[in-house]
């Protein structure tokens, strides 16, 4: 049903752990972009990559790594993270930026 | 005044009735607007594109009011099935950057 894939569905980790979320899309997309998405907050752009590239990083911790290997694969590696970090995490792609999103099911981090 | 704003809701309507909710949006440069339906726990789902000329589709018409700087989204006959939180999508048109509105929650009551 959808073109973008994450896995893991849902994760817990302890802060001291090193996890990686992992984002696949088959549609083609030249962009790709990280959102958390904590309880009762809007959706949150954490980094955008364009045709594998970094365009944008808002300020977001170091804790969080994002690869982008190729224009169909990202990848937000995750390290010491704090429990305010338990959230959604979700990955979209776009042909072009700022065109239409399309969203991965998103993966449920829990950090303990 | 924040980038994007919505009401928060929740909007409670009873099946079958009309409900319509708007977003602003701060920046006159803006170029392209969407509306996004996002189901608890779920991910956001693109309903439509708003354009200049306004559209429709279906029970769903979105409209654009760049004077005033809002977009507005109209749901006729609603049904149980389109309670969810409804997303306002804006293209700033700076350096192409989008931003999310907080979304409204709709509830439709049998």
């Known amino acids: 049903e959808t073109g973008v894939t994450q896995t893991p569905r849902h994760l817990v980790m302890g802060m001291t752990n090193k996890k990686s979320l992992k984002c696949e899309q088959h549609?083609?997309?030249?962009?790709m972009y990280w959102y958390k998405q904590s309880a009762k907050k809007p959706l949150e752009l954490m980094f955008v990559?364009?045709?594998?590239?970094?365009?944008e990083n808002n300020s977001v911790p170091s804790r969080f790594s994002p690869e982008c290997p190729n224009s169909s694969h990202l990848f937000l590696h995750l390290h010491t993270l704090q429990p305010e970090d338990s959230a959604l995490y979700l990955c979209?792609?776009?042909?072009?930026?700022?065109?239409?999103?399309?969203f991965g099911p998103g993966t449920r981090l829990l950090v303990l | 005044r924040k980038e994007v704003e919505q009401d928060p809701g929740p909007f409670n309507v009873p099946e079958g009735a009309t409900v319509a909710f708007n977003c602003t949006y701060s920046?006159?440069?803006?170029?392209?607007f969407f509306w996004y339906r996002q189901d608890c726990r779920k991910e956001p789902k693109l309903l439509m594109s708003?354009?200049?000329s306004g559209n429709e589709d279906g029970r769903f018409t979105a409209q654009l009011n760049r004077a005033s700087q809002y977009i507005s989204l109209l749901i006729r006959d609603s049904k149980l099935s389109d309670s969810a939180t409804y997303l306002c999508?804006?293209?700033?048109?700076?350096?192409?950057?989008?931003?999310f509105g907080k979304g409204t929650r709709l509830h439709i009551l049998p």
């Open positions: 979209a792609s776009s042909q072009g930026l700022a065109e239409t999103q399309y």
């Open positions: 549609l083609g997309h030249n962009a």
């Open positions: 990559y364009s045709l594998e590239e970094r365009v």
């Open positions: 920046n006159s440069a803006s170029q392209s």
């Open positions: 708003v354009y200049s």
């Open positions: 999508v804006v293209n700033t048109g700076r350096d192409d950057k989008i931003i």
